[in-house]
């Protein structure tokens, strides 16, 4: 539990529950926003004041939605935004680059018109979906299990010099899913082939992907293989991943 005293914002993320799911959008204070950065790539949130800094558990699973500009018209074939497209690019200025460098997947959904709710059903309901993700978070779990048999997962150690104490420490469980791997493991796990590897290469040159967005594409990818019920990441794995990235310019990154 976090400190009673800690800022509003810190206090909010520390007291996140493992594995819950938030919703932002472009609404919230530019600070606020900004202050998820560490957390979404560390599953930490550390708190520095003048004598002391501390290091908190906030590993969590974000949620956003935002509209194309602010009164929601832009993207609308229907309707026109009165002050497009300046008022979309305002709007969706206000999440930095390298906020949205840390959201894996983008999808555009357009608005649902009348005629649509007169649609039957999807072929796949929402349980079916579910029994496969269970399938594919099944596969990454004895994976990681095996990997951590032969010793090759590292729990994280205590350091109070970098305000991570011993009983906050246990909290960094070991990596149960892709989601939590990182660095040599991640590349032990996601080494795509050959055709992939081009793919994700070429695609880094020609989009500007940072080195994260690089690892990020790796995490996603081996994700989508685990759904396919490939043990390989192959060339389809790295593209489908590449779609979901939202395209950045160098000059967004560096905000
Ligand atoms: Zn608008």
Same mark, same amino acid.
């Given at each position: 539990m976090a400190c009673k005293f800690l800022p509003s914002r810190e206090r909010d993320l520390c007291n996140m529950p493992p594995r819950c799911v938030s919703y932002i959008m472009p609404e919230f204070n530019r600070a606020t926003l900004e202050a998820l950065r560490q957390p979404l790539e560390s599953g930490r949130v550390t708190v520095a004041r003048a004598n002391a800094h501390v290091t908190y558990p906030a590993r969590f699973q974000l949620v956003a939605a935002m509209n194309p500009c602010r009164c929601g018209h832009l993207m609308d074939p229907n309707r026109? *935004?009165?002050?497009?497209p300046r008022c979309g690019a305002d709007y969706q200025a206000k999440l930095s680059g390298p906020l949205l460098d840390r959201i894996d997947l983008t999808i555009d959904v357009p608005a649902v018109a009348? #005629?649509?709710? #007169?649609l039957p059903p999807p072929a796949e309901s929402s349980a079916d979906i579910a029994t496969r993700v269970a399938a594919a978070r099944t596969v990454q779990r004895e994976r990681l299990a095996e990997l951590d048999a032969k010793g090759k997962l590292t729990t994280v150690e205590a350091d109070p010099a970098a305000g991570l104490l011993a009983d906050r420490a =246990?909290?960094?469980?070991?990596? =149960? *899913?892709? #989601?939590d791997t990182d660095g040599a493991l991640l590349a032990a796990i996601a080494e795509p082939d050959a055709e992939g590897r081009a793919l994700l290469a070429r695609a880094a040159e020609r989009l500007g992907l940072s080195a994260r967005a690089w690892h990020r594409t790796l995490r996603v990818a081996r994700t989508l293989a685990d759904l396919d019920g490939s043990n390989a990441v192959r060339r389809l794995h790295i593209a489908e991943a590449l779609s979901y990235r939202r395209p950045q310019t160098r000059s967004m990154l560096a905000a």
């Open positions: 026109a *935004c009165a002050r497009g009348a #005629a649509d709710l #007169a =246990r909290n960094w469980s070991k990596p =149960r *899913c892709n #989601a």
